[in-house]
């Protein structure tokens, strides 16, 4: 749902720049309006590269490694196949595509002549994909959690693997398609002045994903709304300790609250920036609000997988051979807050 930030600079700025570039040795890419820029340790001498970039490459790179290592750890674990784990190793190869594109960017930034279009294109593409996949990831997961408290009884009948997989082959079909849009024409590298705070996406595209963004938080808070009213009402009923009852519910709100907060606080002030703004703003702007939304693919990791005692327990297997006797050998349902 994003790409990385770049301003527009007019046709005898670009002439500028490379003239420049090849007395200088500046990369022939696009420069960055009114942002610092600090000497780079690179193999090319005298190319200047911007802080923001490298912090958005550094956080790409943890996002990878995050991921990779929840992928692994589901693929090697014949037991976790359960449609919880399917959508949840789902969330994580978006993630994981999302660091790797931030670590592309990067590289064809500032390695790679970006003046060339299908460069642009294609690392914007995949930008867009992950990201999307990443959100509507989030979003199912949270729908699949309503489900199996809702129809706690027929759950496990009704939400076979079968559907999962048709539910995230839906998403990445989706989110595929958002991701070649530029590619196919949807772009502003004819009209500079249709260009939204990250070229080279148009405003109204933009636009469009940040209010599709709001309607998928909207209905995420709507959902753990719910299961706040349905947890309660469960715990109600089957409870005998008042006490107990309370303790749970309490760190089941808190824990969705916590959730929901670390959601919307990573992706909402880059949502409603693009909506307002367009590529004449300041471009520190754009970085300072884009930073956050990547930083959500290194929260859900820790959220939806490394919290997961079931995942856990692998975890443990794989580094030590052993499981902690203080780990709950409950198995984890999808109704676990």
Not at 12 to 24: P, W
Request: proline fraction near 5%; glycine fraction near 4%; charged fraction near 10%.
């Amino acid at each position: 749902m994003l790409a990385t930030p770049v301003p527009q600079i007019s046709r005898e700025e670009q002439t500028s720049v490379r003239s420049l570039a090849s007395l200088d040795g500046f990369p022939l890419n696009i420069v960055l309006k009114g942002s610092p820029v600090v000497p780079a340790t690179t193999a090319v001498a005298g190319q200047e590269v911007s802080p923001w970039d490298i912090a958005l490459c550094v956080t790409g790179t943890l996002i990878s490694c995050e991921n990779a290592l929840v992928i692994a750890v589901l693929f090697y674990t014949p037991t976790l196949r359960a449609p919880m784990f399917i959508l949840i190793g789902s969330l994580a190869v978006a993630d994981l595509l999302a660091g790797l594109g931030l670590i592309l960017n990067f590289v064809f930034t500032y390695l790679v002549d970006s003046s060339v279009e299908f460069v642009t294109l294609m690392s914007v593409g995949l930008l867009i994909s992950a990201f999307s996949a990443s959100v509507l990831n989030i979003l199912a997961i949270t729908v699949d959690r309503y489900l199996s408290l809702y129809n706690a009884l027929t759950y496990h009948t009704e939400r076979t693997v079968t559907f999962t997989y048709v539910m995230v082959v839906f998403i990445w079909v989706s989110c595929l398609t958002l991701g070649l849009l530029p590619t196919l024409g949807w772009n502003c590298l004819r009209d500079e002045s249709t260009c939204s705070i990250c070229r080279p996406v148009t405003k109204n595209n933009a636009v469009a994903l940040a209010v599709t963004f709001l309607l998928v938080f909207a209905l995420m808070m709507q959902l753990y709304l719910q299961i706040c009213k349905i947890a309660f009402r469960h715990a109600q009923q089957i409870a005998v300790q008042h006490q107990f009852v309370a303790i749970s519910t309490t760190k089941g709100v808190s824990t969705l609250s916590a959730i929901l907060c670390a959601f919307g606080l990573c992706w909402l002030p880059f949502a409603m920036y693009s909506i307002v703004a367009d590529s004449s703003y300041p471009v520190i702007y754009t970085y300072a609000t884009v930073l956050p939304a990547t930083c959500c693919s290194v929260i859900n990791p820790i959220i939806y997988a490394f919290r997961n005692p079931d995942i856990q327990k692998s975890l443990w297997m794989a580094c030590c051979g052993c499981v902690p006797s203080n780990l709950s050998l409950r198995p984890r349902t999808s109704s676990d807050v």
